[in-house]
């Protein structure tokens, strides 16, 4: 299956910054998707990034707030912008392998404080 | 958004004893995936699941994918320590927009060594 690399595994950040969370694939892949866990939730998804496109945004969730970079098929970033407590979790990028359903990054833990 | 039915949401079990949880929806799915996360880590995926009927194993893991396409089940044999964490199942249709990702909310077991 898909090796995927995430970047920060972890960070501890200010309100009102911003933070980059980059995912490298080992592998071209077309689609890439970005997740947010909650504590003790399950997965929501956030967006589906596309090589060449904008992102796909799911409901509740906005290119402002959480901006995304697809410059290539191996590598997207995810920018979480303006950050609040609230916007502490674990961010997870994942790519559909068709051998092996949908693949995961270790994820990133985020808290704002 | 939408989420499937999980259940139990956690158990607490002794070594050596079978483990069984499962997955319902009120819609209907091609396929049924079954992750594990352990702490600090990305969920990994353990079975997949993609015709009707279908029983599957992997190693103590058993799956099957239920005849009505709306539910399906995961047992654990006779668990280990090592069989710790977050289980979680995933729904997906077969076209457009239903091909996202639908997500349980987790099953979370504990093995009393």
């Known amino acids: 299956s898909a090796v995927i690399s995430q970047k920060p595994s972890r960070d501890i950040c200010q309100r009102g910054t911003s933070l980059t969370i980059q995912c490298q694939v080992d592998s071209q892949v077309t689609m890439m998707f970005w997740y947010r866990q909650q504590p003790g939730q399950s997965l929501t998804l956030i967006a589906t990034?596309?090589?060449?496109?904008?992102?796909?945004?799911e409901s509740g969730f906005v290119i402002d707030k959480f901006p995304i970079s697809r410059p290539n098929l191996t590598f997207s970033t995810l920018t979480v912008s303006n950050m609040s407590p609230e916007d502490s979790s674990i961010y997870l990028c994942?790519?559909?392998?068709?051998?092996?359903?949908?693949?995961f990054g270790s994820g990133t833990r985020l808290t704002v404080v | 958004g939408q989420q499937l039915n999980q259940s139990p949401q956690s158990m607490f079990i002794q070594e050596g004893e079978d483990v069984s949880m499962n997955c319902t929806s009120s819609s209907i799915f091609n396929t049924w995936l079954w992750y594990k996360q352990e702490p600090g880590e990305g969920p990994v995926l353990l079975i997949a699941?993609?015709?009707a009927g279908e029983l599957t194993s992997n190693g103590r893991l058993t799956a099957q994918f239920g005849i009505t396409r709306k539910d399906s089940f995961l047992n654990i044999s006779a668990s280990i320590p090592s069989d710790v964490g977050i289980y979680f199942c995933?729904?997906?249709?077969?076209?457009?927009?239903?091909?996202?990702?639908?997500w349980g909310l987790g099953t979370s077991l504990a093995v009393n060594p």
């Open positions: 995933a729904g997906q249709g077969n076209a457009g927009n239903n091909r996202k990702l639908i």
């Open positions: 990034a596309n090589q060449g496109s904008e992102a796909t945004y």
């Open positions: 699941l993609y015709k």
């Open positions: 994942s790519v559909e392998d068709l051998s092996y359903g949908y693949t």
